[in-house]
């Protein structure tokens, strides 16, 4: 090999590598997962019983990934968070209690099934040291749901990627009973 053969030969290998390099830095990692999340109304109509503030927001889960979703749960998935929007950001509108349990093997679902639930929402007015209760100042505004799964059917495997799924806004107005 003669020098300027050579010399081609170091160009393109540091080219190479200064290419693969940029490869990993500039992130072509794999796309976000997502997953189809609707609710049933466009408006919720909530009630109140003493304190407390009751509504049922029904909803379909859509798993749209090419593979299985799971989620721990007690044998049915805990439900999606419900996120108010306030000053044009999405805050959690309270904080559900749930049963301490894990089933195993984890809920699950393969590429293409749904699951249909309903959202029991039920949360106290502040200040009655009741939980959950209400985090913002009122029920009346815009809302939507948000729900994570782990990509595969094991909730527990480290560095599962996370199936993200963010419903339709809809409305919820407190309803004269």
């Not at 053969?5 to 390099?21: K, N, S």
């Not at 919720?44 to 509504?55: C, E, K, P, R």
């Not at 985090?135 to 729900?147: A, F, K, M, N, P």
């Amino acid at each position: 090999m003669n020098m300027r053969q050579r010399a081609l030969a170091v160009i393109l290998t540091v080219g190479l590598v200064t290419y693969a390099g940029a490869c990993q830095t500039l992130g072509l990692s794999e796309p976000p997962l997502t997953a189809s999340l609707r609710t049933d109304s466009a408006e919720i109509g909530v009630h109140m019983s003493g304190f407390t503030y009751l509504a049922k927001i029904g909803f379909v889960y859509v798993n749209t990934t090419s593979g299985p979703v799971s989620k721990a749960g007690c044998g049915f998935p805990p439900f999606p968070d419900l996120q108010k929007k306030v000053d044009g950001k999405w805050v959690a509108a309270y904080y559900p209690v749930y049963l301490a349990c894990l089933t195993k093997p984890d809920f699950a679902l393969r590429s293409g099934e749904s699951y249909q639930g309903v959202l029991e929402f039920m949360a106290s007015q502040p200040g009655h040291q009741t939980d959950p209760t209400l985090l913002v100042d009122s029920i009346d505004g815009t809302y939507r749901l948000e729900w994570d799964f782990a990509q595969g059917t094991d909730t527990g495997i480290k560095g599962a990627r996370t199936v993200h799924a963010t419903s339709n806004e809809f409305r919820m107005v407190l309803s004269p009973r």
